[in-house]
């Protein structure tokens, strides 16, 4: 009898401690999956965190490429000579990019090491393109790897006038949104032969680069478009005008996509000359004829301009 009640009592005991450790196990298992659960939130928190921060250094490129690039045209205009400026903007950046850096490690915590491969001319004749390589760490989290960025160039200056003339021997000026040649781009020509040089005395041209928005081009023809471009100054798209890091090295055609503008001219002493399209000027010197018709800013343009732009 006693026997009997003893292995009951046992097997109850042994039952209830099973039953107490399964249920600290359990309580073990889900404390433990509670904390690596909050663990993995927290990595992934901080994984976002060190991914938004390369996102946002990466969207700055654009800027500071712009302003790297300004800078290096404010050397034509200040009497300075450049012969490479994809060496020299690289040498811009990678200065702001120093400081940048250390914005970056004082705000983020994160230390950034960076060194600009390369400054690209583009398919389109309005950006240019960094590539960076950059060097992150933030804890035990690394970036390693090359970000890209295009910058705009519209609404910097034209570099290609102040590097075929340079200011510091002859007066070029620029006054509001114009570049004024006065004597000089005839001169210009005199130098190279062209035997009608007098029509491009007091001659100018845009100073900024504004996109024409009137495209297809050969719209330029309807009613008072071409007007309109002229006195608004835009820069057009061209195969055989020069690209932007190609203009500020004084080319005015390149192997690039790039860009054009008119040259306008005032003096009427002779109908022809060479065609006004700026890397005709500087660089092609082919012949055309003045466009009597296009208001007082008459043009002097070949057929193949003319026709481009709508004008016969």
């Not at 938004?52 to 700055?60: M, P």
């Not at 040259?263 to 004829?289: A, E, L, M, R, W």
Request: glycine residues 6%; proline residues 3%.
């Amino acid at each position: 009898m006693y026997s009997k009640l003893d292995n009951q009592g046992n097997l109850i005991t042994g039952t209830t401690v099973i039953l107490i450790v399964s249920l600290v196990l359990i309580v073990i298992f889900i404390v433990n999956s509670i904390n690596y659960m909050e663990s993995e939130n927290i990595d992934s928190i901080e994984n976002d965190n060190f991914k938004y921060i390369i996102e946002d250094y990466k969207k700055n490129l654009e800027q500071i490429g712009r302003q790297s690039i300004a800078e290096e045209t404010e050397k034509l205009y200040h009497a300075r000579s450049i012969h490479d400026s994809r060496k020299e903007i690289k040498k811009i950046m990678n200065d702001k990019l120093k400081d940048v850096n250390e914005e970056y490690n004082k705000k983020y915590g994160m230390d950034i090491r960076s060194e600009v491969v390369s400054v690209e001319s583009t398919d389109s004749p309005w950006k240019v393109l960094f590539k960076v390589r950059v060097k992150a760490d933030k804890d035990l989290q690394q970036f390693d790897g090359i970000l890209e960025s295009n910058s705009s160039i519209e609404g910097l200056k034209d570099p290609l006038p102040y590097a075929k003339i340079p200011k510091i021997n002859h007066n070029i000026q620029h006054q509001g949104d114009r570049i004024y040649y006065f004597e000089t781009l005839s001169q210009y020509l005199r130098k190279n032969g062209i035997d009608s040089y007098n029509s491009y005395l007091l001659a100018s041209a845009p100073l900024t680069i504004k996109k024409c928005p009137y495209d297809p081009y050969i719209h330029h023809g309807d009613g008072n478009t071409m007007k309109e471009c002229l006195d608004k100054g835009y820069f057009h798209e061209s195969a055989d005008g020069s690209c932007y890091l190609c203009r500020l090295d004084g080319k005015g055609v390149c192997p690039h996509y790039g860009m054009e503008v008119f040259i306008q001219t005032y003096h009427f002493d002779n109908n022809d000359s060479v065609s006004c399209s700026d890397h005709v000027v500087f660089h092609d010197h082919y012949p055309g004829k003045r466009l009597l018709n296009i208001s007082v800013d008459s043009l002097i343009l070949d057929d193949s301009h003319a026709k481009k732009y709508g004008l016969i």
